[in-house]
């Protein structure tokens, strides 16, 4: 018969002491009933087992190990709980926290540059919450405030602010690293600037059946809403981003990002830039080159494989023969597989990832997409737009459902694969610029102002919120 080791032996011996431990934790259903269930009955396997194997016998620590992670899971989502109420009546300040994504760049940066000014002018405690390195540098950079990236180095001082911030600006769905920000933020009212006009199902219509639900699913719908306001560029959009967020007052104002297109970059707007690719763009441009800017969206399959498959190393060889520029912007999930992608295709100058696009956006000629929102700002530049789509029946069935009613009229015309690509880009058919009326048209629908100036229309928007949430504050 096997023996067990003294260790062994003396965690068997207090098993029965932790087991009400365990019984506390299994209440805790949702998330954790699965895994706590399997706990359960490899409990009762160790219990009424006579002659364990070997390989069982350092199961009991396992187990121990497993329970103390649950019970961490468990007191980390009572603390989120209890947080959430603090912030909803926690007492609130002029203060604005702006939520960083997982780039600096989008209409939070521009939203954020175009604030500051009078958040300082006006006494207004403006802070940033990164979710990288890069932002907290340049962020800091500034002198502005900025939390800590890890929430061990969160002080008092910074929990105080959380709870005391009265608006909160995103741009995306409030995913933050750190676990504790929603709770903490939870109170104050929230501006949602999004990143772009879609023409795929997005948010709360992006959601699956049962099957594939998960936590993860769920926590991404929970963060479409409810927003005390949402930016969008023309009013005629409401109706469908009512229909996927949850929110109070639809404002088309305009997107900050986009003022950048409309005037010269300030070297603010340029931070996080791919400054080499857009020295490299200006002088091409400077020298009487086309500069050709590919920028799709990601896959949801076969990542950075359908890229190959598209043809583009074709493409990239024939237009460098042709003495143009072609530049690439892989979107950001799709960015990791860069080191893959450079190597196979030696003619085309990828943008640097997670950098800021729209500086880069004015430097080109034309440009390439097949779905992204990218299509829409870009028609504010009056230039060709060519949609690309070598994978669209596969696009469909694996990555997203569309609806292009948007898309009427078309910006451009609409290619399936790089021999039709090609043609439309030799000089003389990209002169041509067949579409240009219907690009205008289409950019009246879409576009409310083509002012530049949607980043003051956003602070003014801001000090409103700021009343509203400081009128309904506990005293």
């Not at 003389?428 to 949607?454: F, I, N, T, V, W």
């Given at each position: ?6 260790d062994?032996a003396?965690?068997e ?6 087991l ?7 209440g805790f ?5 699965q895994a706590i269930e399997?706990l359960?009955?490899?409990v009762?396997?160790?219990?009424t087992?006579s002659?364990?194997?070997?390989e069982?016998?350092?199961a009991p620590e396992?187990?121990?190990k497993?329970?103390q992670?649950?019970?961490a899971?468990w007191?980390?989502q009572q603390?989120?709980q209890d947080?959430e109420?603090?912030?909803r009546?926690h ?5 604005v926290v702006?939520?960083g994504?997982?780039?600096f760049?989008?209409?939070v940066k521009y ?5 500051r000014?009078?958040?300082r002018r006006?006494?207004i405690?403006?802070?940033?919450l ?12 500034l002198?502005?405030?900025c ?5 061990a180095?969160?002080?008092?001082e ?9 608006v909160?600006?995103?741009c995306?769905?409030?995913?933050n ?21 879609s ?6 219509g992006?959601r699956p059946g049962?099957?594939q639900?998960n936590?993860?699913?769920a926590?991404v719908?929970?963060t479409t809403?409810p ?5 969008g560029?023309s ?5 469908d981003?009512?229909?996927w967020f949850?929110?109070?007052r639809?404002e088309p ?7 950048v297109l409309?005037r010269?970059p300030?070297?603010?707007d340029?931070?996080n ?6 020295q490299?763009m200006r002088?091409a441009r400077a020298?009487?080159?086309r500069?050709?800017l590919?920028?799709?969206?990601f896959r949801?399959a076969?990542r950075?494989?359908?890229i ?9 060889r024939e237009?460098?023969q042709r ?10 999930v799709?960015a990791p597989m860069?080191?893959?992608l450079a190597?196979?295709?030696p003619g085309?100058r990828f943008v ?5 696009l729209?500086?880069?956006l004015?430097?080109a000629?034309a440009?390439?997409t ?5 299509m829409?700002d870009?028609?504010l530049l009056?230039r060709?737009v060519l ?9 469909q069935a694996?990555s997203?459902?569309?609806d292009?009613r948007?898309l009427?009229p078309l ?7 790089a ?7 030799k000089?003389?058919?990209l002169a041509e ?9 289409l950019?009246q629908?879409?576009h409310?102002?083509?002012?530049g100036r949607?980043g003051e229309?956003?602070a003014?928007?801001?000090?409103d919120e700021?009343s509203?949430a400081?009128?309904a504050?506990?005293?």
């Amino acid at each position: 018969m096997h023996t067990l080791s003294p260790d062994t032996a003396a965690s068997e011996a207090t098993l029965p002491e932790w087991l009400p431990r365990l019984e506390a934790v299994e209440g805790f259903t949702g998330q954790l009933g699965q895994a706590i269930e399997q706990l359960v009955e490899a409990v009762v396997e160790l219990r009424t087992a006579s002659a364990p194997a070997p390989e069982a016998a350092t199961a009991p620590e396992a187990l121990l190990k497993r329970v103390q992670q649950l019970e961490a899971q468990w007191s980390l989502q009572q603390t989120l709980q209890d947080l959430e109420r603090v912030s909803r009546f926690h007492h609130k300040t002029r203060s604005v926290v702006f939520v960083g994504t997982t780039y600096f760049g989008c209409n939070v940066k521009y939203g954020w540059l175009a604030f500051r000014e009078q958040a300082r002018r006006l006494g207004i405690t403006l802070w940033w919450l990164p979710q990288t390195e890069q932002q907290l540098r340049d962020v800091q950079a500034l002198g502005e405030r900025c939390f800590p990236l890890n929430p061990a180095e969160w002080s008092a001082e910074h929990v105080s602010a959380a709870l005391q911030a009265a608006v909160v600006v995103a741009c995306d769905h409030l995913l933050n690293p750190n676990p504790y920000v929603p709770a903490l933020l939870a109170g104050a009212r929230t501006v949602q600037l999004w990143h772009g006009v879609s023409i795929k199902e997005i948010g709360l219509g992006n959601r699956p059946g049962l099957k594939q639900m998960n936590a993860r699913v769920a926590r991404v719908l929970a963060t479409t809403g409810p927003f005390s306001r949402f930016i969008g560029t023309s009013a005629a959009q409401e109706g469908d981003f009512r229909r996927w967020f949850g929110l109070q007052r639809y404002e088309p104002i305009g997107y900050p990002r986009n003022d950048v297109l409309l005037r010269e970059p300030t070297p603010e707007d340029l931070l996080n830039t791919d400054s080499a690719t857009l020295q490299a763009m200006r002088e091409a441009r400077a020298a009487g080159r086309r500069v050709l800017l590919y920028a799709p969206t990601f896959r949801d399959a076969r990542r950075g494989v359908w890229i190959i498959e598209a043809g583009l190393d074709r493409v990239a060889r024939e237009l460098q023969q042709r003495g143009d520029l072609l530049v690439v912007a892989l979107h950001p999930v799709e960015a990791p597989m860069l080191p893959q992608l450079a190597p196979a295709l030696p003619g085309v100058r990828f943008v640097a990832p997670r950098t800021d696009l729209y500086p880069l956006l004015r430097e080109a000629s034309a440009l390439i997409t097949d779905y992204s929102s990218v299509m829409f700002d870009f028609l504010l530049l009056d230039r060709p737009v060519l949609l690309f789509r070598p994978d669209h029946r596969d696009y469909q069935a694996s990555s997203r459902t569309l609806d292009e009613r948007k898309l009427n009229p078309l910006p451009g015309p609409v290619l399936a694969d790089a021999h039709a690509l090609l043609a439309q880009l030799k000089p003389k058919a990209l002169a041509e610029d067949r579409r240009a009326a219907d690009r205008r048209r289409l950019r009246q629908q879409l576009h409310d102002h083509l002012d530049g100036r949607s980043g003051e229309r956003l602070a003014a928007l801001l000090l409103d919120e700021l009343s509203l949430a400081l009128a309904a504050t506990p005293h």
